[in-house]
C-alpha cells in the first residue's frame, strides 16, 4: 500500500514538473520575444529557433516507435525536448511561431523616399535599405516601370520615386504587373495592341519592343492576353522586366543607430548578437 502511495505520488509530481516546465519555456519565450523587440534585430528565423531550442522549451507530438501505427498514439501525446542550434523543427509552440510574423514585419520596408537617384527604403524596425546605382525597374523593385496610382497602391505600392511605383519587393512588383496584363484594361487587348498602350509611341519604340517580346516569348502579336495560360502570361511578365531594363545597382542597409553597411557584411553581426544572447541563457540556467 506504501509502495502504491509513492508510486502515485511520484507520478503527480512528475507531471506537475512537465507542466512547470512547459510553462516556464513559455516564459522564457516571451521574454526572448520582448528582447527581439527591444534590439530591434536583423537576424532571420533560424537564428531565434537555435537561441529557442536551448531552453527546452518547444514541445513537440511524441513520435511512435516502429512497432506502432500512428492510429495508436494519442493524439494530444506531447513531451519536451532540448534542442541544439542546427536543429530544424516542424512542430512549435503558437508563442514561437509568432517570432517570425515578428521579424518579417521588422524587415519589411514600410515607407519609401528619394534622395537624388538613390531610393532609400525604411524598414518597420526603423532601419533602411538603400538602392544606389542600377536602373529605376530594379531601384523601385518595379519589373514593369508601373506609374504611380490607385492601381498601384491597391496591389502593394509603399511609395514613388521618379513618378514610379515603389513596391516593398520585386515579388509584390510582379505580382502587381501580372494583375496589370489580367485587368479588363488588357486582357481583351491583342499582344501588339497591349504594347501600343502599355509603351506609347510618344515615349518608346513600339515596333522594337514588340519585336523583343515576341522574341522572348514567341507568342504572335495578334494573341489576346486573354487567351494566355497562366504560365503564358507570367513569360510575358518576365520578357516585360527585362525589355524595360532591370539591371541591379548596389544595396546597402543602415541600421537604426548604425552607419550603412553593405547587407551581405550584416550576417557577422547577426551571428554576435545570437552568441550573446545564447550566453546570457546560458549564464540564466547556471
Do not use: H
Request: proline letters at 3%.
Amino acid at each position: 500500500m506504501n509502495v502504491r502511495c509513492e508510486f502515485i505520488s511520484l507520478s503527480r509530481r512528475t507531471n506537475q514538473n512537465k507542466k512547470l516546465n512547459i510553462s516556464t519555456g513559455r516564459r522564457r519565450a516571451g521574454r526572448l520575444i520582448a528582447k527581439v523587440n527591444k534590439m530591434k534585430m536583423t537576424f532571420t528565423l533560424p537564428y531565434i529557433i537555435g537561441t529557442l531550442g536551448t531552453l527546452g522549451a518547444v514541445c513537440v507530438p511524441e513520435s511512435t516507435s516502429a512497432n506502432e501505427t500512428s492510429s495508436d498514439a494519442a493524439p494530444d501525446a506531447t513531451k519536451n525536448i532540448t534542442l541544439d542550434a542546427d536543429t530544424t523543427m516542424a512542430t512549435f509552440d503558437p508563442a514561437i511561431l509568432r517570432l517570425d510574423s515578428i521579424i518579417a514585419a521588422q524587415m519589411r520596408p514600410q515607407q519609401v523616399r528619394e534622395k537624388g537617384r538613390d531610393v532609400i527604403y525604411i524598414c518597420g524596425n526603423g532601419s533602411e535599405i538603400t538602392r544606389r546605382r542600377g536602373t529605376r525597374a530594379w531601384r523601385n523593385n518595379n519589373p514593369g516601370n508601373l506609374r504611380y496610382g490607385k492601381f498601384a497602391r491597391e496591389n502593394g505600392a509603399i511609395g514613388e520615386c521618379g513618378k514610379f511605383a515603389v513596391f516593398p519587393d520585386e515579388e509584390t512588383g510582379m505580382k502587381a504587373l501580372c494583375k496589370l496584363l489580367e485587368s479588363d484594361s488588357y486582357r481583351n487587348l491583342s499582344i501588339g495592341a497591349a504594347v501600343r498602350r502599355y509603351a506609347p509611341a510618344c515615349q518608346n519604340n513600339v515596333s522594337l519592343y514588340t519585336n523583343k517580346l515576341k522574341k522572348l516569348t514567341g507568342l504572335k502579336q495578334t494573341t489576346k492576353l486573354g487567351e494566355l495560360s497562366a504560365d503564358q502570361l507570367q513569360e510575358v511578365a518576365v520578357a516585360i522586366r527585362s525589355i524595360e531594363g532591370w539591371i541591379a545597382g548596389t544595396e546597402l542597409r543602415k541600421d537604426a543607430e548604425q552607419q550603412a553597411q553593405p547587407i551581405i557584411a550584416q550576417t557577422p553581426k547577426a551571428n554576435s548578437i545570437r552568441d550573446t544572447i545564447l550566453r546570457e541563457m546560458a549564464a540564466r540556467t547556471l
